[in-house]
T-cell receptor, first 115, second 117 residues
Framework: DSGVTQTPKHLITATGQRVTLRCSPR?????VYWYQQSLDQGLQFLIQ???????AKGNILERFSAQQFPDLHSELNLSSLELGDSALYFC??????????????FGEGSRLTVL | AQKITQTQPGMFVQEKEAVTLDCTYD???????LFWYKQPSSGEMIFLIY??????QNATEGRYSLNFQKARKSANLVISASQLGDSAMYFC??????????????FGTGTSLTVIP
């Protein structure tokens, strides 16, 4: 158990709909990262937050948005869903580097299926 | 340019043999960290091993070792005595910088390893 919690684990929805994926980082971790992994693909970086502030943006579509709340949990909102949005969405958190290696701890992922 | 390059989409290894998964990286930052993650078919991402840019010795964690060649910018993962449970996708990643306020991580495209009985 990495300590990163993602909900829901599985989600099936229809095209055009909107979903929200939730992530609770490990206790004490201030950084949250979101990644998208389509079938048989690598990890596509979406967005990164540190202590509530956006730090870096990757290939995140305009239909997607995210935020990190004061309690450090994060939500990824996906709207106007398309078939191609079907993927495994990972949240990861990272401790301050001085706390250790600074590696990413991944949640189990939220598997989104758009029909 | 790609920050992390994994040139082997798929690899096969006989059980109990050793296998090397290649990874090269590109950065001009003198401070960085290199990571390997394993993703079995169940989907979770498992951290395997870490190498810091200032580390003098190659990292080892059980059957995993990282062959760090700084001048060549390579960080190959060596798995010794392969087991059937090692069959998975393996990702090389780099964290650039030493910032404590959130660093960027870059991932390679992964190598699918199949261990043959």
């Amino acid at each position: 158990d990495s300590g990163v919690t993602q909900t829901p684990k599985h989600l099936i929805t229809a095209t055009g709909q909107r979903v929200t994926l939730r992530c609770s980082p490990r206790s004490g971790d201030l950084s949250v990262y979101w990644y998208q992994q389509s079938l048989d693909q690598g990890l596509q970086f979406l967005i990164q937050y540190y202590n509530g502030e956006e730090r870096a943006k990757g290939n995140i579509l305009e239909r997607f948005s995210a935020q990190q709340f004061p309690d450090l949990h994060s939500e990824l909102n996906l709207s106007s869903l398309e078939l191609g949005d079907s993927a495994l969405y990972f949240c990861a958190s990272s401790p301050r580097r001085t706390s250790g290696l600074g590696e990413l701890f991944f949640g189990e992922g939220s598997r989104l299926t758009v029909l | 340019a790609q920050k992390i390059t994994q040139t082997q989409p798929g690899m096969f290894v006989q059980e109990k043999e050793a296998v090397t998964l290649d990874c090269t990286y590109d950065t001009s930052d003198p401070s960085y960290g290199l990571f390997w993650y394993k993703q079995p078919s169940s989907g979770e991402m498992i951290f395997l091993i870490y190498q810091g840019s200032y580390d003098q010795q190659n990292a080892t964690e059980g059957r995993y070792s990282l062959n760090f060649q700084k001048a060549r910018k390579s960080a190959n993962l060596v798995i010794s005595a392969s087991q059937l449970g090692d069959s998975a996708m393996y990702f090389c990643a780099m964290r650039e910088g030493l910032s404590n306020t959130g660093n960027q991580f870059y991932f390679g495209t992964g190598t699918s390893l199949t261990v043959i009985p």
